[in-house]
């Protein structure tokens, strides 16, 4: 007896005509011929429409921290946006690494040029890329659901090509992570620099240094590194073992890459309310 909530019969669904789709993608003659888009019930859409709209959250406010080239620095705290910095115009700072690798020419944000380093990390990561591909373009929008696109190329052309870059990336990240964790080091000091202090903005600064370790070392390409290509783990014990801790970390991947965005974007908004003077940062002691 039919309840009005099951899939169509599929064996009575009339046959597409061949070529009508352009015969390429998965109207082609060659695939399955279902005539409905999916034969899905559930709300399919909520996911890849709740990730679309994250990331275009966070997109949105990166880009307007990174051009803003103001309020990134309140003592001791420096927005990881911002460091290192490796321009002569960042504001006058005691605190964390300024090296000023590009002298006096560089006009534009100093932001800009560091965050191509940990943005193109992102990018090029294998989980994201299933979450934009999925929440932006529709390839495919989820499983069991035809994507609209009529014809397929993977990642076999410009600009896709270019996620082949995700190892080295990898690369550029790890010191990165380590400019972030020296400059947590450095939040126990007060305004004076003096050593002993621990305000919120502390604790912030070292949950988020965590999760950019964690969400960084449980990259596919760490993985790899560590014990992809070793034919004996039996004669590699340490690799080995990292290689397993590397593999727990990677089961939680996609749930890090979230975390680590949304608590690298509060650090930054934590600087700038301190440096915009919307509240003074409590001190814990």
Request: charged share 15%.
């Amino acid at each position: 007896m039919a309840t009005g909530t099951e899939p169509p019969d599929v064996s009575t669904t009339p046959r597409p005509t061949p070529g009508a789709h352009g015969g390429a993608g998965v109207r082609g003659a060659s695939r399955a011929a279902i005539a409905p888009r999916h034969l899905r019930t559930d709300r399919w859409w909520l996911a890849p429409a709740a990730t679309a709209a994250g990331l275009l959250a966070f997109v949105v406010y990166s880009t307007w921290r990174a051009f803003a080239n103001a309020d990134y620095y309140a003592a001791p705290y420096v927005s990881p946006f911002y460091s290192p910095c490796l321009a002569e115009n960042c504001v006058p700072m005691r605190h964390g690494p300024n090296w000023e690798l590009f002298g006096s020419w560089w006009g534009l944000s100093p932001a800009l040029l560091i965050l191509i380093f940990p943005l193109g990390f992102r990018l090029t990561c294998y989980y994201y890329r299933k979450a934009y591909y999925r929440g932006f373009w529709a390839s495919p929008p989820a499983c069991a659901v035809a994507e609209p696109h009529r014809r397929y190329t993977g990642e076999t052309r410009f600009p896709l090509i270019l996620q082949n870059a995700h190892r080295y990336f990898f690369y550029a990240a790890v010191p990165v992570a380590g400019v972030l964790t020296y400059d947590t080091v450095l939040t126990f000091r007060d305004a004076e620099y003096a050593w002993g202090h621990m305000g919120l903005g502390s604790l912030i600064f070292l949950v988020n240094a965590a999760l950019i370790w964690a969400y960084t070392l449980s990259c596919h390409s760490c993985r790899h590194v560590i014990g992809g290509r070793l034919r004996h783990f039996s004669k590699h014990p340490v690799r080995y073992r990292l290689w397993g801790w590397v593999g727990k970390l990677n089961n939680r991947h996609m749930q890090l890459a979230w975390a680590s965005l949304v608590s690298v974007a509060l650090c930054d908004l934590y600087v700038y309310l301190l440096a915009t003077g919307v509240f003074d940062d409590p001190r814990l002691f």
